[in-house]
């Protein structure tokens, strides 16, 4: 687990970290999707090789299902396609509210530390 | 979360209530069973009885839950968007189904169908009449115009709902039919015994139906919440009560409306009887035994009455009684009188003399007379002697015989007299002949003295007395005929206020326990209602935690207030810690969620025989947050339920696709005529092999790591398909779910569990023809389990070829 990270994800999203008006839950995003793979990295390198970029998240979120079980794959998938998401501009959605990414880092967060 | 039986909770909340005692608390529960329980605990037992302890409420007692029915499929022909027959197929058992499409591509037309079929009305149909019903035949196909929804009924087997239109028939003109597998087509849908949980559970709800949740009249949703905690047999305990009671007061009530006019009556009658009944009635506890005693004539009658019944059975002497005592009397007379020359003495005494005398001439033969001195007593005397004392005898006893003759006839006339009754003299009641009877009594009575002056009295009286005796027998006889005329009435008056008495007096306890069971019912309800709502309030505010995400609506308590006829559901909230209602602040999306919350515990009470729910577009106006947590909401639900998703959003399927081990994805895509396919895009199956397909395909995935990973993939994949298609067989048989779930994780290995779903049987000797016959079966089962533990060496596409043909093998065998 990277605190720093997910701790400067928390800190960007609540204001205590500057961030450029209006970017906040973006940028809280980005940080908190650095987190979640890196905490997922990590939790494949209980598996050996670990399996680190340029392998696919899809990849690594399969494998972390046989070696961490369903539960922390299913944790992990919803934190990566909600992050991966607030982190792609997309025409026909609206920017990630504070409170979502709020949300997503607490499910980040909530993966067990390898 | 299954719930305890309302009837339970009422028997430990009166239990634990010390001022309640056994017979109300025996009369609540049989209040909330039926009228006939409640009649006959009234009947049966009498507060006297000794307490039986607790009653047996095996009506009430279920270990197993109850027997549910899954959807199997849902096939439309002319109706709505689709055109030509259609079928949607459904995988019976626990599981969640999203039925995937774009707007305006026949799935909601699938979901009105089951609505349609099941509740006779669609949420759409009523609310847009006009518009749909115009536009509810298909345009392309209008006809034929069919709907079969399949259905599978743990311990029974398969069911088809059908509804049937004739080419101009209207929307309202269907044929409804059910038919059981091996059984006759049935009109209507009730006798699958369902038509209460429809309503109750509402297992089908859209988005629309969603909003108006809580929109409508807050009593609707206030009744709605009532019926589904079963609160309605609580309501309907209490109405039973209210009836019995109301039942039980009537005695008591009519006796006392109907006394001032039964007082009135008796007051207007002289009659002693009226009077004694007044005395009685004026009591404050009349003695109700006197009272039926008067009424009925059974006691001691007044002594009015007495005199009556006496006086009109007065006797004289009869005529001819009279004149042959009279006649004896004056005959007797008469022959004393023949003898009045005879003197007794003397003859008696001349006879002792003669006696004397014939000894003497017997003793001493002729002697002259030793008592004139101047006769002699000689043969000649002796013989004159004899004849005059024979004489005297003769006089003697004929003056003895008339004499007695005389007392006879005496003593009979003053019989006569004697003998007619004396008791007109005492006569007090006011009889118009009395006077004259008494007068002829009297003078009856006043007998002169001499035996002819006797004969002759009788004579001359006996018509007077037996005149006037007749006249009061008739008049008494008259009186007491009127007497008992006017009295009938009364006393019928009398025995009818006596039983209304009588049944009140006996209804006293049975009122009073009543009574009690009423007041502590209404006193009691507010808690029990609340306390019943409490599990499904704690599920909405659990699922609303996992909906909103990121609203700041924080769900408070959720409470029945009011009374049963103008309640409603207050629920409560608070906005960053402020309390509020919940309805004041939440947004349109916020209360869809919260209507979800509300309904989906509902929808899923573990008494409701309809093992599947179904949602027609619930997350419009979702959030990509709030989907997050409604699919891990329905997730979880379709552990044990089968739920059913009918969505445009293709967000939903997204997240089912990617975060979820039960979820299969269905898509519906309509093509020009209305063409509707369907086309199973995804099931927990596939989801696997499109897992092993992606790790495949990323080649920076080291070998090593393939190895290990693919064979549990391919597993898993196995064991999936052939789980999906051992439920949706056994279930579909009709077997009930625990058993299909036990017979399941009985077996653990993956050969055992194909056989099971291919088969029927774990070790069935048909597995190692069926492994033989196609050479990527025995592959895929090596890789499926020593793979598993020993690592396969994984050859790219030819395992994805593979998986694939094994998992159609396995879902599509016949």
């Given amino acids: ?114 | 979360m299954r719930e305890q039986p309302i009837v339970d909770v009422v028997f430990d909340l009166a239990a634990a209530d010390p001022d309640l005692s056994e017979r109300p608390a025996r009369l609540i529960l049989a209040a909330m069973e039926s009228d006939e329980a409640l009649l006959a605990e009234l009947e049966s037992a009498s507060a006297t009885d000794t307490p039986t302890g607790p009653p047996v409420t095996t009506d009430y007692v279920e270990t197993a839950a109850p027997i549910g029915a899954y959807l199997t499929s849902i096939e439309v022909t002319g109706f709505r968007g689709v055109g030509r027959r259609a079928t949607l197929p459904l995988t019976p058992g626990p599981g969640l189904i999203i039925v995937a499409g774009r707007n305006g591509s026949g799935k909601s037309s699938f979901a009105e169908a089951l609505e349609l079929a099941l509740t006779g009305d669609s949420f759409r149909w009523v609310e847009r009449a006009a518009q749909w019903m115009s536009a509810w035949r298909n345009l392309h196909q209008p006809d034929p115009c069919t709907i079969r929804v399949g259905l599978a009924e743990e311990g029974s087997g398969p069911i088809t709902v059908g509804v049937d239109w004739t080419p101009d028939a209207e929307l309202t003109d269907c044929t409804l039919w059910t038919q059981r597998s091996g059984a006759k087509r049935e009109p209507g849908i009730s006798g699958l015994g369902w038509d209460r949980a429809l309503k109750l559970y509402r297992p089908i709800l859209s988005y629309e139906e969603l909003g108006h949740l809580l929109d409508g009249r807050p009593i609707d949703l206030y009744r709605a919440m009532e019926r589904i905690l079963g609160l309605g047999q609580l309501n309907d305990a209490a109405e039973r009560l209210a009836t019995v009671l109301k039942r039980l007061k009537i005695p008591e009530a009519e006796a006392r409306s109907r006394k001032p006019h039964l007082r009135a009556v008796l007051e207007s009658v002289e009659d002693a009887r009226a009077t004694e009944a007044l005395r009685e009635l004026h009591r404050r506890q009349p003695d109700l035994d006197v009272l039926a005693g008067i009424a009925t004539g059974s006691d001691a009658p007044a002594a009015d009455l007495v005199v009556l019944r006496d006086l009109a059975e007065l006797a004289t002497p009869t005529a001819d009684a009279t004149t042959g005592v009279v006649r004896e009397l004056r005959k007797a007379v008469g022959e004393l009188a023949e003898h009045s020359d005879v003197t007794l003495e003397l003859a008696e005494h001349t006879s002792a003399l003669l006696g004397q005398a014939l000894e003497v001439h017997h003793e001493h033969g002729t002697v002259p007379c030793p008592v004139c001195g101047q006769g002699t007593l000689d043969d000649a005397w002796r013989a004159a002697a004899e004849r005059r004392q024979a004489q005297a005898t003769e006089d003697i006893r004929a003056l003895t015989k008339a004499r007695a003759r005389l007392d006879r006839a005496r003593t009979e006339a003053r019989r006569l007299i004697a003998s007619v009754p004396g008791s007109v003299r005492q006569v007090a009641i006011k009889l118009d002949t009395v006077a004259a009877a008494k007068t002829a009594y009297s003078s009856w009575t006043t007998v002169p003295s001499g035996d002819l002056a006797m004969a002759e009295h009788i004579e001359t009286c006996h018509a007077e007395l037996t005149s006037a005796f007749d006249a009061v027998r008739v008049e008494a006889a008259e009186t007491l005929k009127l007497r008992e005329d006017s009295w009938l009435p009364l006393a019928q008056e009398l025995a009818a206020w006596l039983e209304l008495k009588r049944a009140a007096l006996a209804a006293a306890t049975d009122t009073d326990d009543v009574s009690t069971a009423s007041q502590w019912i209404t006193k009691n309800s507010g808690v029990l209602r609340n306390q019943r709502l409490l599990p499904l309030a704690d599920e909405a505010r659990r699922i609303w935690a996992r909906l909103r995400q990121e609203s700041n609506v924080d769900l408070g308590r959720i409470t029945l207030d009011g009374q049963p006829h103008h309640g409603r559901l207050s629920i409560n909230a608070t906005v960053d810690g402020t309390d509020t209602t919940a309805l004041a602040v939440m947004s349109q999306g916020e209360l869809h969620a919260l209507a979800l919350a509300l309904f989906l515990p509902r929808a899923t009470m573990p008494d409701s025989p309809l093992r599947f729910v179904v949602l027609d577009d619930p997350v419009q106006a979702m959030d990509p947050a709030k989907i997050d947590g409604f699919v891990s909401v329905l997730s979880d639900l379709a552990r044990d339920r089968q739920i059913i998703v009918f969505s445009h959003d293709d967000r939903l399927a997204d997240v089912v696709r990617r975060t979820t081990d039960n979820g299969q994805i269905i898509e519906v895509i309509r093509e020009s005529g209305s063409a509707v396919s369907v086309r199973r895009d995804r099931t927990p199956a596939t989801r696997y092999l499109e897992d092993a397909r992606a790790l495949l395909h990323d080649h920076e995935v080291p070998v090593s790591v393939i190895d290990k990973v693919v064979p549990g993939i391919c597993r898993l994949a196995i064991e999936a398909a052939a789980r999906e298609r051992f439920y949706g067989r056994r279930i579909k048989a009709g077997s009930d779910r625990a058993s299909v779930e036990k017979d399941w994780s009985d077996f653990t290995s993956t050969t055992m569990r194909v056989a099971l779903a291919l088969f029927g049987d774990p070790k069935s000797p048909q597995m190692n023809r069926w492994r033989s016959a196609r050479d990527w079966r025995a592959r895929m089962l090596r890789l499926a389990t020593q793979g598993v533990h020993q690592g396969g060496h994984i050859v790219g596409d030819a395992v994805l070829v593979d998986l694939s043909n094994m998992l159609t093998d396995i879902m599509d065998a016949r």
């Fill in chain 1, 1 to 114: 687990m990277t605190p720093s990270s997910l701790d400067l994800a928390r800190s960007v999203l609540d204001g205590r970290t500057a961030a450029p008006p209006g970017c906040q839950a973006r940028i809280a995003a980005f940080l908190a999707r650095q987190a979640l793979q890196d905490e997922v990295d990590a939790l494949c390198a209980a598996h050996d090789p670990a399996l680190r970029h340029p392998v696919t998240m899809r990849s690594r979120l399969t494998v972390l299902r046989f070696i961490h079980g369903a539960e922390v794959a299913r944790t992990a998938e919803v934190a990566w396609q909600g992050l991966n998401e607030a982190c792609h501009h997309h025409a026909y959605e609206l920017s990630p509210t504070a409170a979502e990414i709020d949300h997503l880092i607490d499910v980040v967060a909530s993966l067990p530390s390898s």
